[in-house]
């Protein structure tokens, strides 16, 4: 059974910062894509940035370009999601999801999902 377990959510004032984790058991961890998607309140869930899964690539959106990094550790199972200089649009729901081997940033591609952590910026 393949599970993701987010966590390093919580309230920052704006301009702060906050790692999110990815914790993954039950597959071949370097086989797999993985994702961050937000979610915020009345909206769609959002593709937020993707890392492969040797690490080689990574993909943002726009608006985190520059203040958020993807990385991974394969021989802990583990992602994360470096957040910096926080803004209050960054506030939502985080998930991490999981892929075998292609990147898409369509949420309905992903085969594996985590519980979602809340992250919410004050300003």
């Known amino acids: 059974q393949v599970t993701l377990v987010e966590s390093g959510g919580g309230l920052v004032q704006a301009g702060g910062s906050l790692r999110l984790s990815c914790a993954a058991s039950?597959?071949?961890?370097?086989?797999?894509?993985v994702s961050w998607f937000r979610q915020a309140p009345g909206k769609e869930r959002e593709f937020v940035s993707t890392i492969s899964g040797l690490g080689s690539h990574k993909q943002y959106i726009e608006a985190v370009k520059g203040r958020f990094i993807s990385s991974r550790e394969n021989t802990q199972n583990i992602a994360y999601l470096q957040m910096d200089n926080l803004k209050s649009e960054d506030t939502a729901v985080y998930y991490c999801?999981?892929?075998?081997?292609?990147?898409?940033?369509?949420?309905?591609?992903?085969?594996?999902w985590g519980q979602g952590t809340q992250v919410t910026v004050s300003s």
């Open positions: 039950g597959l071949t961890f370097s086989d797999y894509v």
């Open positions: 999801a999981a892929r075998f081997r292609a990147a898409t940033t369509r949420p309905d591609d992903y085969d594996y």
